[in-house]
């Protein structure tokens, strides 16, 4: 069992930057693949980014490539997703998620079997 605690959200300006974190419980964080998805208001959750349990595999949706980059420290648990030039369509709770696996990580929702809270990013314009 993985328990996932997103952290640093917040509201930011058009073309800011933003750093979120994703602390995971437990011994075995280096044997999980790690994602990122978001949920804006009356639209379905989507996917951001991943990364593979050995960080050699990393994806992201076409919206956020060169903008967007996911990262992983296994001494600490956590993974980030550093969040610069926001626009005010980045606007969503972002959630992390956990499956242990060492495939390369999912971008799809149903792959994952751990769920943060989610944090809320409110860009303005």
């Known amino acids: 069992q993985v328990q996932l605690v997103e952290s640093g959200g917040g509201l930011v300006q058009a073309g800011g930057s933003l750093r979120l974190s994703c602390a995971a419980s437990g011994r075995t964080f280096s044997t999980y693949a790690m994602g990122w998805f978001r949920q804006a208001p009356g639209k379905e959750r989507e996917f951001v980014a991943a990364?593979?349990?050995?960080?050699?595999?990393?994806y992201y949706t076409d919206s956020v490539k060169g903008r967007f980059t996911i990262s992983r420290d296994d001494a600490k648990n956590t993974v980030y997703l550093q969040l610069n030039s926001v626009k005010p369509e980045d606007t969503a709770v972002y959630y992390c998620a956990a499956k242990r696996s060492t495939f390369p990580a999912g971008r799809d929702a149903d792959w994952y079997d751990y769920w943060g809270q989610g944090t809320q990013v409110t860009v303005s314009s």
């Open positions: 990364i593979s349990w050995s960080g050699t595999n990393i």
